[in-house]
């Protein structure tokens, strides 16, 4: 049987479920990490199906998860809880949104994350890697936690590339509401577990209203600034890209509170991914030495003595490598959820309207049937010669409502990532290694503690 009790050769794994789970401790098992209601068979199957209240299916097969990803999305809309979770945040925006409503969103916003917009961003991540350097040079010699550097470092990205220079957006106060408000909504209630209706109150989503409220008069008033703004930047923020964007369809624009919830989206969905993503690379490479010596050689070769820059990637393979592994052994979004319409087959097994599918991205990640040694971190996985199917990796989605930051979430960690292997080197503390939580994100619970050289 396949646990996850400490193996030296491995880096940390969640302790799946080995047994059936009634209502409370379900509601309890997922308190404490969603991950942890995910079947161990789930990592040897293609599909696990079940009832807790209401009947379930995790699905792990490629040719499945297209379906219900692409070419059945319609059928799979995003399920009541993780709109109930996120609408208060983010509102009825691309992330949430259905149908035509998401639509016309999607192609509006589109041509604000074109390669050419989002390489012209990459200065500010250029700068904030060099910020980030300054911050952990300041330790060498000691130990920092990464992850706390990561989050700093990413903040100061999504902040400068959505609203850059504005006097009336306190990014302190923004973060604090966006990190109080996941610490108190997005763990599991047990009205959840029960399928209780989106009507009945949850109270822990409650009690952030007034922070989220004054989060978003914020946003609103800087909008407001910005459209009052005259003469054009010589580099369009993502604020300037999306206001001056329409859908070409319908040359619909998007109104203040539209562009607020939109932004806030990028906010929430493009900083702690990021710096959960090279938090987890820079444990990584601390785990295996020898990665991360050839990881430190190609960088040091590309960069000298400078922060990476966006013409740098084509010489950082092996950097953007360590990337995608990590991503697949510790996908951000690694419990993705989605509500049956209308009658179908998954597998060959019946899906009914109203059932709970599940696409537990952990697990398909780390499925036997696509994966050789899926626990093992290996770069060279992802080499160029990789044979898996587009549908076992799926760190960002699939279909059409992949990811639409995910060129700029991976151009920012390849450049944050290869300027700190290049001047520091990261080495685990014994007894210290993370564990991995699901909370709406997969995150390390205790931090990313390493001990930091400077070369």
Known sequence: MDTASPNPDLPPRVPLATRPMGVWQSFRTGRRNVLELIPEIALRQPIVSGRTVKRWHMVMDPGA??????DGVENYPKSDVTKM?????????????????????????????????????APVMTAAADRATERIGRVAGGTANLFDEMVSATFEVISDVTFAGGGSFDRGAVHGAINGYIASTARVSLLDIIGAPSWVPRLSRLRTGPAMRAMKAMADRAIDERRERTGTPAV???????????????????STAELRDNLLTFIVAGHETTALTLSWALYLCAFDPAVQTRARAEAQAALGDRAATVADLPALPYCRQIVDETLRLYPPAAFLSRTAKAKDRLCGREVLPGDTVMLPIYALHRNHLLWPE???????RFAGTETHDRFAYLPFGGGPRICIGASFALQEAVIILATLLSR????????????PVLILTLRPEGGVWLRVERL
Request: charged share 30%.
């Open 65 to 70: 998860l297209r379906h219900i990803l692409k």
């Open 424 to 435: 520091f080197d990261f080495r685990r503390i014994p007894g210290r290694d993370p564990r």
């Open 85 to 121: 979770i996120l609408t208060p945040a983010i509102g009825d925006s691309l992330f949430i949104a259905e149908g035509a409503h998401w639509h016309w969103q999607r192609r509006a916003a589109a041509p604000a994350f074109s390669v050419r917009n989002v390489q012209n961003l």
């Open 236 to 254: 369009p923020d993502l604020l300037d890209l999306l206001l001056d964007g329409e859908d070409p369809e319908t040359r619909r624009r998007m």
């Open 374 to 380: 899926p626990h093992r971190f290996d770069p060279e």
